[in-house]
C-alpha cells in the first residue's frame, strides 16, 4: 500500500517534467519554423519590480499556468483564512471560465510540495538547456527579433522560482537549490542581452550606417542633386524605432529600456566620431546640416524612451549613476558644436567674431537657478530649426516634456502619471475636465470598489485580484478619474479654481434641482463625476443602515421616515472627511445656479449628497451582499442560526427602494431639524476651510517623496487604482492631442473657449454670475424639468464658443488603443517633419543669425580654431586665374568669383587673428 502511494507520487512528479519537456519541444519546431505564437501576461504583472515581460510564447504560458494550478493548490487553505474586508463586495466578481485552466492535465493536488519543488527544479534545467539552444538557433538563421521572445521566457520562470522562495517555506537544502536555480537564470538573462545586443549592434555597424555614396563629402556635386539627406541616418533612426516598438510589445520594460539606452549610446558614438572629422565641400554642406540635425532629432525622440525622469532626459545626472544618459548627452554636445561652426555661414560667423571673443555669446556658458532645465544642444536645435520648435513658456514646456515622456515609457510609472496630472497648477487635468462640459451619459458606478476593471485571464493573471482594464472605454469615465485624483491630493482652493473652469460654461442646470435627484436615465457628465467622488464615502453609511436593518425586525414594517434620518445622521457624522474641494465647487456652482431651478432643500451640497445616496440604494442585493458575510460570521460566533439569504433580500431589498424614494422627499417638516443638523455641520467646517484659505501660505515645493506618498495612498483603494490607470489609459491613448494642445498654447482657459466669460482682472470676479442668476432657468420648458437629449459637444456650443479642432475627441465613442504607425516613424523625425524637408527648404528653415547670438555654448578658443579648419573656406585650394576670353559674360563672371575668394581670405585672415 505504501509502496503504491510512492509510486503514484513519483508519476505525478514525472508528469509534470514529461509535460514541459512536450511544451519545450513544440516550442522549438515553432521556433525553427518561424512560426511563434506570442501570449500576453497578466497587465497586472508587466513590469514592476520584478521586471515582468509583456508577453511570452504560447508554449511557456501553458508552463506557467500548469505552475498557476498547484500554487493556487498549495495556497487555498491560507488564502481560505484570511479574514473577509469589511464593507467590500458591492459588485461580486463575475466568475469568468478560464480556458486555459480547463486544458491542463493536472488538479494540483497530486503532489506535495516537496514533489512540486523536485519538479520545479529539475524543469528549470531543461528550460535553461533548451533556451541556450533556441538563442544559438536565432543567432546562426538571422532571426533576431526572436530573441526578445526567448529573454521574456526566462524572466517569466525567473520570477516563477522567486515567487516560490517567497510563498512556500522550504528546507534550507532545498532552498539552496530554488536560490541556484533562480541565480543560473539570471545570469543567462544577462548573456542573452549581451548577445542581442552585440548582434544588433553588428548589424548597424555592417548594413545600416555604410553607404559609399552618400557618404562622399568630398564631392563636387550634390548627393541626389540636392534633394535628399544621407539614407544611412534614416535608416539608423528607422532602425532603432523600429527595435523599440517591438521591445516595447514584447520585452521587460526596464530591460528593453536599458537595453535600448545602450544601443542608441553605441550607435551615436560611431555617428558622433564620423561627423566630428568630416570636412563637406560647399555642395554637400546642406546634406552634412540635415544629416546632423536629423541625428538629434532623432535622439531627442528616442531619449524620451530611455528616460526615467526629466532630470534624465535634460541630463541632469550623476554619471557615475547614469553613465548612459551621460554619454548620450555630451555625444550630443559634440555634434551640435560641429553642426554650428562647421554648417553656418562664414558671413554670419565673420559677423561675430569681429566684434571681438569678449562679446561672442558662443564662449558663455549657459547658467540657470531653475532645477530642470532644457540642455544646451536642445536649445540650439530649437532655435535653429524654429519650424519645428515653436516657442513655448517655461512651464508648458516642463509639462509638455512629461507628457510626452509618460506616453514614451514602456510600462505605467504611477507617479508620473499623478505628476503630469498635478503640475502647473493642475493644468493637463483642468484640459481633460473641460473637454465635456454638456456631454450627458448614463450614470454608472464604475469607480464604485473598482467595478470597472475587468480579468484579463492573461497568462499569469492572479484571479479576482486582476485590475485590467476592458478593451474600449468610453472616453468621458476620465472625468470622473481626474476629479478623483484631484480631490484627494492637490489643495482644496486650487481644485475649485479648477472646476470653475468647467462650470462656468455649463449652459443647462436642470439637474440641480430637486425634482432630477431619481433621474437615472442620463446625467451630465460634470454632474456624475462629483456623484462619483461621494460613492466610496457614503458607501458606508448606506452599508450601516443595511446593518440595522438585517439585526432588526423588517417584517413589522417599520416606518421609512426614520430610517432616512437614521442614514441622514450618519451621513453628518461623516461628511468631515469628503474632501474640502468638494464644497468649495458647491459654492462655485450655487452662484451659477438660476433662481427658477431649486436644488434639495434649496443647498447644493445636500442636493448632491441625497442624489449620491439615492444611486447606492438603488444599488439592489449587491450593496446588502457587501455586508452579509459579517452577519453570518457574527451569528455564527453566537450560536445563531445564519441568515437565510433570500427571505433576507426579499424583505429588506423592497426597504431599502421605499426609503429611496422617501428621499426624493425632504421637504417634510419632519426632516426640518435633521437637516438643520447637517446644513450645520456643513457650514461650520467651510468657516473653518475659509478661515485656512485666508492665512497667507507659500505652497511648498512637491518633492519626489512627497509624490511618491500620495501615489500610494491613492493605489490603497481599489477606486484610486482604477481611476490611475484610467487617466494613463486616457493620456496614452490622446496623447498626441494633449501635446499639440499644450504646445500650440491652447491648454489657457481664453484658448478652449471664448471671450466670454473672462475674469476681471482687477475685480477677480467672473461677470456671468450675476447675468447668469437673472437669465432664469435656461431648459426649454422651464414648468416642468426633463432630462436633456444632448449627447455630444458640439450640439451644446456656439459657433464662437467652441473647443479647438485639436480637442474634439469624441465623449462617448469607446476608444481602442492603438499601436502607432511603423511607417509614420520610417519618414517622420520627431512626428513633425521629413528627413529630407532641410534640404528642400535650406535657407528658409535654418536660422543661423539666432543661433549664432543667442545661443549659449561654452566653447573654447581652441576648440572653435579645430572646428573652422574643417570649413571649405579654410581648406588649401588653388588660386583662381581669370579666363582671357573674349566673352564679356566669362570675365565678369569669373572677377565675382575672384572678388568673393579675396573676401574670404581676407575672413580666413580675420578670424585666424582672432581665435589665435
Same mark, same amino acid.
Given at each position: 500500500?505504501?509502496?503504491?502511494?510512492?509510486?503514484?507520487?513519483?508519476?505525478?512528479?514525472?508528469?509534470?517534467?514529461?509535460?514541459?519537456?512536450?511544451?519545450?519541444?513544440?516550442?522549438?519546431?515553432?521556433?525553427?519554423?518561424?512560426?511563434?505564437?506570442?501570449?500576453?501576461?497578466?497587465?497586472?504583472?508587466?513590469?514592476?519590480?520584478?521586471?515582468?515581460?509583456?508577453?511570452?510564447?504560447?508554449?511557456?504560458?501553458?508552463?506557467?499556468?500548469?505552475?498557476?494550478?498547484?500554487?493556487?493548490?498549495?495556497?487555498?487553505?491560507?488564502?481560505?483564512?484570511?479574514?473577509?474586508?469589511?464593507?467590500?463586495?458591492?459588485?461580486?466578481?463575475?466568475?469568468?471560465?478560464?480556458?486555459?485552466?480547463?486544458?491542463?492535465?493536472?488538479?494540483?493536488?497530486?503532489?506535495?510540495?516537496?514533489?512540486?519543488?523536485?519538479?520545479?527544479?529539475?524543469?528549470?534545467?531543461?528550460?535553461?538547456?533548451?533556451?541556450?539552444?533556441?538563442?544559438?538557433?536565432?543567432?546562426?538563421?538571422?532571426?533576431?527579433?526572436?530573441?526578445?521572445?526567448?529573454?521574456?521566457?526566462?524572466?517569466?520562470?525567473?520570477?516563477? &522560482?522567486?515567487?516560490?522562495?517567497?510563498?512556500?517555506?522550504?528546507?534550507?537544502?532545498?532552498?539552496?537549490?530554488?536560490?541556484?536555480?533562480?541565480?543560473?537564470?539570471?545570469?543567462?538573462?544577462?548573456?542573452?542581452?549581451?548577445?542581442?545586443?552585440?548582434?544588433?549592434?553588428?548589424?548597424?555597424?555592417?548594413?545600416?550606417?555604410?553607404?559609399?555614396?552618400?557618404?562622399?563629402?568630398?564631392?563636387?556635386?550634390?548627393?541626389?542633386?540636392?534633394?535628399?539627406?544621407?539614407?544611412?541616418?534614416?535608416?539608423?533612426?528607422?532602425?532603432?524605432?523600429?527595435?523599440?516598438?517591438?521591445?516595447?510589445?514584447?520585452?521587460?520594460?526596464?530591460?528593453?529600456?536599458?537595453?535600448?539606452?545602450?544601443?542608441?549610446?553605441?550607435?551615436?558614438?560611431?555617428?558622433?566620431?564620423?561627423?566630428?572629422?568630416?570636412?563637406?565641400?560647399?555642395?554637400?554642406?546642406?546634406?552634412?546640416?540635415?544629416?546632423?540635425?536629423?541625428?538629434?532629432?532623432?535622439?531627442?525622440?528616442?531619449?524620451?524612451?530611455?528616460?526615467?525622469?526629466?532630470?534624465?532626459?535634460?541630463?541632469?545626472?550623476?554619471?557615475?549613476?547614469?553613465?548612459?544618459?551621460?554619454?548620450?548627452?555630451?555625444?550630443?554636445?559634440?555634434?551640435?558644436?560641429?553642426?554650428?561652426?562647421?554648417?553656418?555661414?562664414?558671413?554670419?560667423?565673420?559677423?561675430?567674431?569681429?566684434?571681438?571673443?569678449?562679446?561672442?555669446?558662443?564662449?558663455?556658458?549657459?547658467?540657470?537657478?531653475?532645477?530642470?532645465?532644457?540642455?544646451?544642444?536642445?536649445?540650439?536645435?530649437?532655435?535653429?530649426?524654429?519650424?519645428?520648435?515653436?516657442?513655448?513658456?517655461?512651464?508648458?514646456?516642463?509639462?509638455?516634456?512629461?507628457?510626452?515622456?509618460?506616453?514614451?515609457?514602456?510600462?505605467?510609472?504611477?507617479?508620473?502619471?499623478?505628476?503630469?496630472?498635478?503640475?502647473?497648477?493642475?493644468?493637463?487635468?483642468?484640459?481633460?475636465?473641460?473637454?465635456?462640459?454638456?456631454?450627458?451619459?448614463?450614470?454608472?458606478?464604475?469607480?464604485?470598489?473598482?467595478?470597472?476593471?475587468?480579468?484579463?485571464?492573461?497568462?499569469?493573471?492572479?484571479?479576482?485580484?486582476?485590475?485590467?482594464?476592458?478593451?474600449?472605454?468610453?472616453?468621458?469615465?476620465?472625468?470622473?478619474?481626474?476629479?478623483?485624483?484631484?480631490?484627494?491630493?492637490?489643495?482644496?482652493?486650487?481644485?475649485?479654481?479648477?472646476?470653475?473652469?468647467?462650470?462656468?460654461?455649463?449652459?443647462?442646470?436642470?439637474?440641480?434641482?430637486?425634482?432630477?435627484?431619481?433621474?437615472?436615465?442620463?446625467?451630465?457628465?460634470?454632474?456624475?463625476?462629483?456623484?462619483?467622488?461621494?460613492?466610496? &464615502?457614503?458607501?458606508?453609511?448606506?452599508?450601516?443602515?443595511?446593518?440595522?436593518?438585517?439585526?432588526?425586525?423588517?417584517?413589522?414594517?417599520?416606518?421609512?421616515?426614520?430610517?432616512?434620518?437614521?442614514?441622514?445622521?450618519?451621513?453628518?457624522?461623516?461628511?468631515?472627511?469628503?474632501?474640502?474641494?468638494?464644497?468649495?465647487?458647491?459654492?462655485?456652482?450655487?452662484?451659477?445656479?438660476?433662481?427658477?431651478?431649486?436644488?434639495?432643500?434649496?443647498?447644493?451640497?445636500?442636493?448632491?449628497?441625497?442624489?449620491?445616496?439615492?444611486?447606492?440604494?438603488?444599488?439592489?442585493?449587491?450593496?446588502?451582499?457587501?455586508?452579509?458575510?459579517?452577519?453570518?460570521?457574527?451569528?455564527?460566533?453566537?450560536?445563531?442560526?445564519?441568515?437565510?439569504?433570500?427571505?433576507?433580500?426579499?424583505?429588506?431589498?423592497?426597504?431599502?427602494?421605499?426609503?429611496?424614494?422617501?428621499?426624493?422627499?425632504?421637504?417634510?417638516?419632519?426632516?426640518?431639524?435633521?437637516?438643520?443638523?447637517?446644513?450645520?455641520?456643513?457650514?461650520?467646517?467651510?468657516?473653518?476651510?475659509?478661515?485656512?484659505?485666508?492665512?497667507?501660505?507659500?505652497?511648498?515645493?512637491?518633492?519626489?517623496?512627497?509624490?511618491?506618498?500620495?501615489?500610494?495612498?491613492?493605489?490603497?483603494?481599489?477606486?484610486?487604482?482604477?481611476?490611475?490607470?484610467?487617466?494613463?489609459?486616457?493620456?496614452?491613448?490622446?496623447?498626441?492631442?494633449?501635446?499639440?494642445?499644450?504646445?500650440?498654447?491652447?491648454?489657457?482657459?481664453?484658448?478652449?473657449?471664448?471671450?466670454?466669460?473672462?475674469?476681471?482682472?482687477?475685480?477677480? &470676479?467672473?461677470?456671468?454670475?450675476?447675468?447668469?442668476?437673472?437669465?432664469?432657468?435656461?431648459?426649454?420648458?422651464?414648468?416642468?424639468?426633463?432630462?436633456?437629449?444632448?449627447?455630444?459637444?458640439?450640439?451644446?456650443?456656439?459657433?464662437?464658443?467652441?473647443?479647438?479642432?485639436?480637442?474634439?475627441?469624441?465623449?462617448?465613442?469607446?476608444?481602442?488603443?492603438?499601436?502607432?504607425?511603423?511607417?509614420?516613424?520610417?519618414?517622420?523625425?520627431?512626428?513633425?517633419?521629413?528627413?529630407?524637408?532641410?534640404?528642400?527648404?535650406?535657407?528658409?528653415?535654418?536660422?543661423?543669425?539666432?543661433?549664432?547670438?543667442?545661443?549659449?555654448?561654452?566653447?573654447?578658443?581652441?576648440?572653435?580654431?579645430?572646428?573652422?579648419?574643417?570649413?571649405?573656406?579654410?581648406?588649401?585650394?588653388?588660386?583662381?586665374?581669370?579666363?582671357?576670353?573674349?566673352?564679356?559674360?566669362?570675365?565678369?563672371?569669373?572677377?565675382?568669383?575672384?572678388?568673393?575668394?579675396?573676401?574670404?581670405?581676407?575672413?580666413?585672415?580675420?578670424?585666424?587673428?582672432?581665435?589665435?
Amino acid at each position: 500500500m505504501l509502496g503504491s502511494k510512492v509510486s503514484n507520487l513519483l508519476l505525478a512528479e514525472k508528469n509534470i517534467i514529461d509535460f514541459v519537456d512536450k511544451n519545450l519541444g513544440q516550442e522549438k519546431e515553432r521556433l525553427l519554423g518561424n512560426e511563434l505564437e506570442l501570449d500576453p501576461v497578466c497587465h497586472l504583472l508587466v513590469g514592476g519590480v520584478l521586471g515582468y515581460p509583456a508577453m511570452i510564447s504560447h508554449d511557456f504560458c501553458d508552463i506557467t499556468t500548469a505552475l498557476d494550478i498547484y500554487i493556487e493548490a498549495f495556497t487555498k487553505s491560507t488564502t481560505a483564512r484570511l479574514p473577509p474586508r469589511f464593507g467590500t463586495g458591492i459588485f461580486p466578481p463575475q466568475f469568468v471560465k478560464n480556458e486555459r485552466l480547463s486544458k491542463m492535465p493536472f488538479r494540483g493536488d497530486e503532489l506535495s510540495e516537496r514533489q512540486f519543488l523536485n519538479a520545479v527544479v529539475q524543469s528549470s534545467v531543461k528550460i535553461r538547456a533548451h533556451i541556450i539552444d533556441c538563442m544559438e538557433a536565432c543567432t546562426e538563421s538571422g532571426r533576431l527579433e526572436n530573441l526578445y521572445v526567448i529573454i521574456s521566457n526566462v524572466v517569466m520562470i525567473r520570477n516563477y &522560482i522567486w515567487m516560490f522562495q517567497q510563498v512556500f517555506h522550504f528546507e534550507a537544502k532545498s532552498n539552496t537549490k530554488l536560490i541556484g536555480e533562480y541565480n543560473e537564470l539570471s545570469e543567462l538573462v544577462e548573456v542573452i542581452s549581451e548577445r542581442m545586443l552585440l548582434n544588433q549592434m553588428n548589424l548597424l555597424t555592417t548594413y545600416v550606417i555604410q553607404d559609399e555614396v552618400s557618404q562622399n563629402w568630398s564631392s563636387t556635386q550634390s548627393y541626389y542633386e540636392g534633394q535628399r539627406g544621407s539614407p544611412t541616418i534614416q535608416m539608423w533612426s528607422y532602425f532603432l524605432k523600429r527595435m523599440q516598438r517591438d521591445m516595447w510589445m514584447i520585452m521587460p520594460p526596464q530591460l528593453a529600456q536599458r537595453i535600448l539606452g545602450i544601443l542608441l549610446n553605441d550607435s551615436l558614438g560611431i555617428l558622433v566620431a564620423r561627423y566630428s572629422k568630416i570636412e563637406p565641400s560647399d555642395e554637400t554642406m546642406s546634406q552634412f546640416c540635415s544629416d546632423v540635425i536629423n541625428i538629434l532629432g532623432t535622439v531627442e525622440e528616442l531619449l524620451y524612451n530611455v528616460s526615467t525622469s526629466l532630470d534624465e532626459y535634460c541630463g541632469d545626472v550623476d554619471p557615475s549613476v547614469a553613465k548612459t544618459i551621460f554619454s548620450i548627452h555630451t555625444k550630443c554636445r559634440c555634434l551640435v558644436t560641429s553642426l554650428v561652426l562647421v554648417g553656418t555661414p562664414i558671413e554670419v560667423l565673420y559677423k561675430t567674431f569681429r566684434r571681438g571673443l569678449s562679446s561672442c555669446i558662443l564662449l558663455e556658458k549657459s547658467t540657470s537657478e531653475l532645477t530642470v532645465t532644457k540642455p544646451m544642444w536642445m536649445t540650439v536645435l530649437s532655435t535653429l530649426c524654429p519650424k519645428y520648435y515653436p516657442s513655448i513658456g517655461r512651464e508648458d514646456w516642463e509639462l509638455f516634456s512629461n507628457l510626452r515622456l509618460l506616453c514614451a515609457q514602456p510600462g505605467i510609472n504611477w507617479m508620473l502619471v499623478y505628476n503630469v496630472i498635478s503640475m502647473n497648477n493642475s493644468q493637463l487635468g483642468s484640459i481633460i475636465l473641460q473637454l465635456f462640459p454638456e456631454v450627458v451619459a448614463p450614470p454608472t458606478e464604475f469607480l464604485l470598489e473598482g467595478k470597472g476593471f475587468k480579468k484579463c485571464l492573461n497568462a499569469g493573471c492572479i484571479g479576482p485580484k486582476c485590475h485590467s482594464l476592458p478593451k474600449s472605454v468610453a472616453n468621458h469615465h476620465v472625468s470622473s478619474c481626474v476629479l478623483y485624483l484631484l480631490a484627494h491630493t492637490i489643495p482644496k482652493e486650487k481644485l475649485a479654481k479648477i472646476y470653475h473652469a468647467l462650470i462656468s460654461h455649463v449652459s443647462d442646470w436642470y439637474i440641480m434641482d430637486k425634482t432630477q435627484v431619481w433621474t437615472t436615465t442620463n446625467r451630465p457628465v460634470w454632474f456624475q463625476s462629483l456623484i462619483d467622488l461621494l460613492l466610496p &464615502i457614503l458607501k458606508t453609511c448606506v452599508q450601516g443602515l443595511c446593518l440595522s436593518l438585517i439585526n432588526g425586525n423588517v417584517a413589522v414594517g417599520i416606518e421609512t421616515t426614520q430610517f432616512v434620518i437614521e442614514i441622514l445622521n450618519s451621513v453628518t457624522e461623516i461628511v468631515s472627511i469628503i474632501p474640502r474641494g468638494f464644497f468649495l465647487i458647491c459654492e462655485e456652482i450655487d452662484d451659477f445656479v438660476p433662481s427658477s431651478v431649486y436644488p434639495v432643500r434649496n443647498n447644493v451640497p445636500v442636493h448632491f449628497l441625497v442624489t449620491a445616496l439615492y444611486q447606492l440604494l438603488n444599488l439592489g442585493p449587491g450593496i446588502l451582499s457587501s455586508v452579509e458575510n459579517i452577519v453570518n460570521s457574527s451569528l455564527d460566533q453566537s450560536n445563531s442560526n445564519v441568515l437565510d439569504e433570500e427571505k433576507d433580500v426579499q424583505n429588506i431589498l423592497p426597504l431599502l427602494l421605499s426609503i429611496s424614494e422617501r428621499l426624493c422627499h425632504l421637504d417634510d417638516g419632519i426632516f426640518d431639524q435633521t437637516i438643520h443638523r447637517l446644513i450645520s455641520q456643513i457650514e461650520s467646517m467651510m468657516k473653518q476651510t475659509q478661515a485656512e484659505l485666508k492665512k497667507k501660505r507659500e505652497d511648498g515645493f512637491c518633492s519626489e517623496f512627497v509624490a511618491q506618498l500620495k501615489v500610494n495612498f491613492l493605489l490603497e483603494e481599489s477606486e484610486g487604482q482604477l481611476a490611475l490607470r484610467i487617466v494613463y489609459w486616457f493620456i496614452n491613448t490622446h496623447g498626441d492631442v494633449l501635446q499639440n494642445v499644450i504646445r500650440s498654447g491652447g491648454n489657457s482657459k481664453s484658448d478652449l473657449f471664448s471671450g466670454e466669460n473672462q475674469k476681471d482682472s482687477e475685480s477677480g &470676479i467672473f461677470k456671468d454670475v450675476a447675468a447668469r442668476k437673472s437669465k432664469g432657468h435656461t431648459h426649454p420648458h422651464s414648468s416642468k424639468v426633463a432630462p436633456c437629449s444632448s449627447k455630444t459637444i458640439s450640439q451644446h456650443f456656439k459657433p464662437s464658443n467652441q473647443l479647438p479642432n485639436s480637442l474634439r475627441i469624441s465623449p462617448r465613442t469607446r476608444t481602442y488603443y492603438k499601436s502607432p504607425n511603423i511607417i509614420h516613424n520610417f519618414h517622420y523625425v520627431n512626428k513633425c517633419r521629413t528627413f529630407d524637408e532641410i534640404v528642400w527648404n535650406f535657407n528658409e528653415i535654418i536660422d543661423w543669425v539666432a543661433t549664432i547670438r543667442n545661443c549659449k555654448m561654452g566653447l573654447h578658443k581652441s576648440l572653435i580654431m579645430r572646428q573652422l579648419e574643417r570649413r571649405p573656406e579654410f581648406q588649401s585650394r588653388k588660386e583662381s586665374i581669370i579666363p582671357q576670353a573674349a566673352d564679356t559674360s566669362t570675365i565678369d563672371s569669373s572677377s565675382r568669383q575672384f572678388l568673393l575668394e579675396k573676401s574670404v581670405d581676407e575672413i580666413k585672415s580675420l578670424l585666424s587673428q582672432i581665435v589665435n
